[in-house]
C-alpha cells in the first residue's frame, strides 16, 4: 500500500501535499515525493526513507506552484531508493500510483522498442511514459490518461499531471482506494481520508474504473465509458487520529479486516491457472537444480515460525522434499548440517529480525541456496537472500502479526505448488485444484470476518480467565500456537498452544473450570478429526470450559463445546489460513476489553532487531 495525495486551488500545493503525506506515512514509508506545478514549470522532489528527509530536501527550497501530487512509498518493485521514489516523471508527465501493473515488463519493452529510456527499476514509471505516448499522438491529457490505463492489467490508484495542461489532475482508480476531496475554491484527491480531513470532510469514494478531472473550480467525474457521472457525496466525521486507522480503533484491527486485500494482492500475478503453476518474477532456479534438493529449511521466529510450521505441511504434502522447520535463534547455534542442494527459507515481515537474518546467513555459509518471504522490500533479508517472494501484504503497524501471517500462508502455499510442479510430484490437474482453493481465499476471509460479533461475546464470557491453552492437532496445531501467542502478546493473559496428542502426556492436569481451552477442530483429513473430538470430551469431562472453532454445519462437535465458531468448509491446506481469524479475533478483543495497548504491548517491538 502506497499513499497518494493530489491538491489544486490557490494555496501553495508543497507544504499541503507534505501535510497529506504525513498523515498517510502509516501507508508506506521507504520514500517520498512530490511534484509541483507552477504553471508550466514542473519542480519533482523526492528522497529515500522516511518523509522527514523529503521534508528536509524541501525545506531548503519548498517547490513553488499551487497544482502537485505527492507519494509515500511502500515498495513492491524495485528497492527504496531516490530513482525508484515517486512521482515518476517522463517529459512533463508526473505520476504517482499505488497498486501492481502485473504486465509492466511487457509494456517497458514496447516503449524501449520506440526509443524510451528508463530511470527506475520500478513499474509505476510506465504509467508517464505511456500517457506522454498518447499526448504524442495528439490526446488531450485526460485522454491520453485514460488510454494509458487500458494498456494495464493490474491494480492502479493513479494521479497524474502534465505540464502541457497545468491547472488541472487526472486519476483514476482500478482495485486501489482513492478520494476525492471537495473544498470552496480548492479540490483533493488521496488514497483516503486520513490526508484530506485538515482541509476538508466533504468526500466522493470514487468507484473502480472511476475517472476524475480535478481543477481548483471543481472535480469532473466519469465512468468507465467516459460518461460524466456524479456520486454521493460523504461527509466525514473522523478525527484525523482515527482516519489514519480508517476508521478502525487500532492498527491491528484494521489489519485483520484487510486480510482479504492483503491475500488478494499476494496471489495477484502468480496464479497461472490454465497452465497449472506458480508465477514468481525473478524465479531463478532450474529444473535441475530442484530436483537435485534433499531438503527445505524454514528458518524463523514468533509467528513467522508459526507459519513456516504450516509450510511444512504444504511443501511436504506436495513438493515431497523434507522440510525442517528451526527457530532461528537455536539453528544458528546448534552447528546445523547443512549441504549445497539444500534451500533455506527466511520468513519475516519486517526482514530485519536480527535472529533470523543471523540464521540465513548461517545457512548461506554452510553451502544453502537462500530465499526469504517477506513482507518488506528493500530490508536486509531480501538484499541477502537469492531470491525474495514477497508477500504484499502492505505495511503492517500493529507489533502483533497478522496479514503478515496469512499473507505467509499463501506464500508457502504458491512455493509448494511451485516445487511440487517442477519436482514432477504435482499434476497439472492437482495444482490446478488447489489454485483453484487459493483464488477462492479472499472471499472465504471476508466470511469468517463476519463471525466477529459473535467472537466478541465469547472473549467478553472469557476475558478475565488467567490462563488459556489452545490445542490443535495435524496442520491445526501450528493454528493453536500462534492463537496462544496473539492472546498472550497482546492481553499479557498467559496463554499456551499444545498438539492435542500432547494432553495426556502432561497439560492435562491443567485442567479445570476456571481455565478455557480453546479447540481448533474443522473437518479435516490433517487433523485427526475423530481424535481432537477425543481431547473436547477429556476436557468436559474434567469440567473444563471448550471453545471450539467448527466447521459449519458440524452439530456434534459445536455441541461438545462450551461455546463454539463457526468457519467455512474449505480444503485442508487452506483451513489453517481460515482458522486462524476467529483466534485473531478472540486476542483481539479480549486484550481490547482488557484495556491493553493493541497496537503497541508492552515489552515488544515490531521488529526485534537484537539478539
Ligand atoms: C508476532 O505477532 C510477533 N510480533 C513476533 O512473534 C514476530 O512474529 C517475530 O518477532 C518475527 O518477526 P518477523 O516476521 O518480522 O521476522
Known amino acids: 500500500m502506497c499513499g497518494i495525495v493530489g491538491y489544486v486551488g490557490e494555496l501553495q500545493a508543497g507544504p499541503v501535499l507534505v501535510g497529506g503525506l504525513k498523515r498517510l506515512e502509516y501507508r508506506g514509508y521507504d520514500s517520498a515525493g512530490v511534484a509541483v506545478l507552477n504553471g508550466n514549470e514542473l519542480t519533482v522532489v523526492r528522497a529515500t526513507g522516511k518523509l522527514k528527509n523529503l521534508e528536509g530536501k524541501i525545506s531548503v527550497e519548498m517547490p513553488k506552484g499551487t497544482v502537485?501530487?505527492?507519494?509515500?512509498?511502500?515498495?513492491?518493485?524495485?528497492?527504496?531508493?531516490?530513482?525508484?521514489?515517486?512521482?515518476?516523471?517522463?517529459?512533463?508527465?508526473?505520476?504517482?500510483?499505488?497498486?501492481?501493473?502485473?504486465?509492466?515488463?511487457?509494456?517497458?519493452?514496447?516503449?524501449?522498442?520506440?526509443?524510451?529510456?528508463?530511470?527506475?527499476?520500478?513499474?509505476?514509471?510506465?504509467?508517464?511514459?505511456?500517457?506522454?505516448?498518447?499526448?504524442?499522438?495528439?490526446?488531450?491529457?485526460?485522454?491520453?490518461?485514460?488510454?494509458?490505463?487500458?494498456?494495464?492489467?493490474?491494480?492502479?490508484?493513479?494521479?497524474?499531471?502534465?505540464?502541457?495542461?497545468?491547472?488541472?489532475?487526472?486519476?483514476?482508480?482500478?482495485?486501489?482506494?482513492?478520494?476525492?476531496?471537495?473544498?470552496?475554491?480548492?479540490?483533493?484527491?488521496?488514497?483516503?481520508?486520513?490526508?484530506?480531513?485538515?482541509?476538508?470532510?466533504?468526500?466522493?469514494?470514487?468507484?473502480?474504473?472511476?475517472?476524475?478531472?480535478?481543477?481548483?473550480?471543481?472535480?469532473?467525474?466519469?465512468?468507465?465509458?467516459?460518461?460524466?457521472?456524479?456520486?454521493?457525496?460523504?461527509?466525514?466525521?473522523?478525527?484525523?487520529?482515527?482516519?489514519?486507522?480508517?476508521?478502525?480503533k487500532h492498527f491491528m484491527h484494521k489489519e485483520i479486516c484487510e486480510q482479504s486485500r492483503a491475500v488478494a494482492d499476494t496471489l495477484r500475478g502468480r496464479i497461472l491457472r490454465s497452465e497449472g503453476d506458480v508465477h514468481f518474477d525473478g524465479w531463478p532456479f532450474s529444473e535441475a537444480q530442484i530436483k537435485s534438493m534433499d531438503r527445505v529449511w524454514i528458518l524463523a521466529c514468533g509467528t513467522s515460525w508459526h507459519s513456516g510450521l504450516s509450510g511444512k505441511w504444504m511443501i511436504e504434502t506436495l513438493a515431497r522434499i523434507p522440510v525442517e522447520v528451526e527457530l532461528a535463534s537455536e539453528f544458528r547455534y546448534r552447528d546445523p548440517i547443512v549441504s549445497k542442494n539444500q534451500l533455506a527459507v527466511a520468513i519475516s515481515q519486517s526482514g530485519e529480525t536480527l535472529d533470523t537474518l543471523a540464521a540465513m546467513r548461517e545457512a548461506k555459509k554452510r553451502g544453502a541456496t537462500t530465499m526469504t518471504l517477506c513482507n518488506v522490500i528493500g530490508s536486509a533479508m531480501t538484499r541477502e537472500a537469492d531470491f525474495t517472494v514477497l508477500t504484499n501484504a502492505g505495511p503492517e503497524i500493529g507489533v502483533a502479526s497478522t496479514k503478515a501471517f496469512t499473507t505467509q500462508l499463501v506464500g508457502l502455499y504458491l512455493l509448494a505448488i511451485k516445487l511440487g510442479r517442477l519436482r514432477?510430484?504435482?499434476?497439472?490437474?492437482?495444482?490446478?485444484?488447489?489454485?483453484?482453493?487459493?483464488?477462492?481465499?479472499?472471499?472465504?476471509?471476508?466470511?469468517?470476518?463476519?463471525?466477529?460479533?459473535?467472537?466478541?461475546?465469547?472473549?467478553?464470557?472469557?476475558?478475565?480467565?488467567?490462563?488459556?491453552?489452545?490445542?490443535?492437532?495435524?496442520?491445526?496445531?501450528?493454528v493453536a500456537l500462534e492463537g496462544a501467542l496473539k492472546l498472550k502478546e497482546i492481553s499479557y493473559v498467559h496463554a499456551e498452544g499444545y498438539a492435542g496428542g500432547e494432553m495426556k502426556h502432561g497439560p492435562i492436569a491443567l485442567i479445570d473450570e476456571k481455565m478455557p481451552v480453546v479447540v481448533v477442530a474443522p473437518q479435516e483429513p490433517h487433523i485427526h478429526y475423530e481424535k481432537i473430538i477425543g481431547n473436547i470430551e477429556e476436557v468436559r469431562a474434567r469440567g473444563g470450559q471448550v471453545i471450539v472453532v467448527v466447521e459449519e454445519g458440524d452439530e456434534h462437535a459445536k455441541s461438545l463445546g462450551t461455546d463454539f465458531i463457526e468457519i467455512p468448509k474449505t480444503s485442508a491446506l487452506i483451513a489453517p489460513l481460515i482458522a486462524t481469524i476467529p483466534l485473531q479475533l478472540l486476542s483481539y478483543h479480549v486484550a481490547d476489553l482488557r484495556g491493553t495497548d493493541v497496537d503497541q504491548p508492552r515489552n515488544l517491538a515490531k521488529s526485534v532487531t537484537v539478539e
Request: aromatic share 6%.
Open 68 to 248: 502537485g501530487i505527492g507519494h509515500t512509498r511502500w515498495a513492491t518493485h524495485g528497492r527504496p531508493s531516490d530513482e525508484n521514489a515517486h512521482p515518476h516523471t517522463f517529459e512533463g508527465v508526473s505520476v504517482v500510483h499505488n497498486g501492481i501493473i502485473e504486465n509492466h515488463l511487457a509494456l517497458k519493452a514496447a516503449l524501449k522498442a520506440k526509443g524510451h529510456a528508463f530511470s527506475s527499476e520500478t513499474d509505476s514509471e510506465v504509467f508517464a511514459h505511456l500517457i506522454r505516448e498518447a499526448q504524442k499522438q495528439g490526446k488531450a491529457f485526460v485522454e491520453s490518461v485514460r488510454a494509458a490505463v487500458a494498456q494495464i492489467k493490474g491494480t492502479y490508484a493513479l494521479v497524474a499531471i502534465s505540464d502541457a495542461e497545468p491547472t488541472q489532475i487526472v486519476c483514476t482508480r482500478e482495485a486501489q482506494p482513492m478520494v476525492l476531496g471537495y473544498s470552496q475554491g480548492q479540490n483533493f484527491v488521496a488514497s483516503d481520508v486520513a490526508a484530506l480531513l485538515e482541509h476538508t470532510r466533504d468526500v466522493v469514494f470514487m468507484e473502480d474504473g472511476d475517472l476524475a478531472v480535478v481543477k481548483k473550480t471543481g472535480i469532473e467525474l466519469m465512468d468507465r465509458s467516459g460518461k460524466v457521472i456524479t456520486r454521493k457525496v460523504t461527509r466525514i466525521d473522523w478525527t484525523p487520529g482515527m482516519a489514519e486507522k480508517n476508521g478502525h
Open 424 to 478: 514432477g510430484t504435482l499434476s497439472v490437474a492437482q495444482a490446478q485444484e488447489h489454485l483453484t482453493a487459493l483464488s477462492g481465499v479472499p472471499t472465504v476471509i471476508e466470511a469468517v470476518l463476519k463471525t466477529e460479533a459473535h467472537v466478541k461475546e465469547i472473549a467478553r464470557k472469557y476475558m478475565h480467565a488467567q490462563d488459556f491453552l489452545f490445542l490443535g492437532r495435524g496442520t491445526m496445531h501450528p
